[in-house]
């Protein structure tokens, strides 16, 4: 009788360390949503012309971040990718930027650059400050004033912006000024886009997105699968499916007009090193994938940051994983918030 009640009792204290973790989990941690700027110290500021429908969007962290980046668009215009390569020297940047311009646009960062060092922020060589900044840019030259692109001087703008006058905003602001979608049969039958942001918090984890959606493709709803941008029909009072018109023909497309590109730059207070944070960017395009069909083609340049900028612990897989979710629902938020403007329709008019 004794062996037998022992027996029992040692059952019931396993069950008891088995089912405490569990039970920890489901009453200690909730998930909700918090304002992509309540993960600091990243600032954030914007700058456009809207008259010439164009813009950037910068995001800073003065004292340095660790940085990550997944390219999959087959046509990518960038500045300083290289430096978030895993075997490169710099272990930390100050600040990304995400512009129109195309490769035209890549001057931007030369204002952000000029900003920082006056403010006294970069990586002292000794003889200069030098602030580390990676850009990467959409194409929106096929939306307003093709001549005039951000510059220096509209980089410089938004670096101020992001310390004096915060002031980011979804929609058509910054990057997304002049963000479309839905680009296959031409400009004439796509639609508004801009830039998007969602972030969220578990316990001490904050993670978040920011996306400019600017894709040849469509954009779903990652949640209920049903499509809400992208191609037109002929009349432009309802969408269709940039898949199902390219399976129309077999034929390449010399042209796939021009260049589109997503860019998403995913925020977490989590520690990361350079080559953890490169993983989790890949995880990121998943939202991405989610979000865009057709996606990561060869007139795309999508790309994927992934920025460090605290000190909390967390599973690498957890915030790939979330990051992923973050992307997506930021790219919808993109589409939600887009205005109607450059005699583009936006989601609001097709309702």
């Not at 489901?26 to 813009?55: D, F, H, L, Y």
């Not at 497309?253 to 989790?280: D, P, Y």
Request: aromatic share 6%; proline share 3%; with cysteine.
């Amino acid at each position: 009788m004794f062996y037998k009640n022992l027996s029992r009792l040692l059952i019931l204290v396993l069950l008891t360390i088995m089912l405490a973790p569990a039970a920890g989990l489901s009453e200690g941690v909730s998930q909700m949503e918090i304002p992509i700027t309540a993960i600091q110290p990243v600032r954030i500021g914007q700058a456009e012309n809207a008259e010439a429908a164009t813009g950037c969007t910068v995001l800073i962290a003065e004292n340095g971040m660790a940085a990550g980046l997944d390219v999959r668009g087959g046509g990518p215009a960038s500045r300083e990718s290289q430096l978030l390569n895993p075997l490169m020297a710099a272990q930390t940047i100050h600040a990304v930027v995400l512009s129109g311009g195309s490769a035209y646009g890549l001057g931007t960062a030369n204002g952000v650059m000029q900003y920082l060092e006056e403010k006294g922020f970069g990586y002292d060589t000794g003889f200069a400050l030098v602030p580390l900044v990676a850009q990467a840019d959409i194409y929106d030259l096929s939306v307003g004033d093709s001549k005039v692109r951000p510059d220096a001087a509209m980089g410089y703008e938004a670096a101020k912006n992001a310390f004096e006058n915060p002031n980011y905003r979804d929609g058509n602001y910054g990057v997304g000024c002049g963000a479309t979608v839905g680009k296959i049969a031409g400009m004439e039958t796509c639609m508004k886009s801009g830039v998007g942001s969602y972030a969220i918090q578990i316990g001490e984890l904050q993670i978040g997105a920011v996306v400019v959606v600017n894709a040849l493709g469509d954009v779903f709803n990652w949640k209920t699968g049903e499509q809400v941008a992208g191609l037109l029909t002929e009349d432009r009072q309802s969408l269709r499916s940039t898949a199902e018109y390219m399976k129309q023909s077999i034929q390449a497309v010399e042209n796939k007009f021009t260049g589109n590109t997503t860019l998403a730059v995913i925020i977490t207070n989590a520690k990361f090193s350079k080559t953890q944070l490169c993983k989790i960017a890949g995880m990121g395009q998943d939202g991405m994938a989610r979000a865009i069909r057709p996606v990561h083609t060869s007139a795309d340049g999508d790309s994927v940051f992934a920025l460090s900028v605290g000190d909390v612990e967390a599973d690498q897989d957890l915030v790939g994983i979330l990051g992923a979710e973050v992307v997506s629902e930021a790219i919808l938020r993109a589409v939600q918030n887009a205005e109607s403007a450059y005699g583009y329709p936006s989601l609001s008019d097709l309702k």
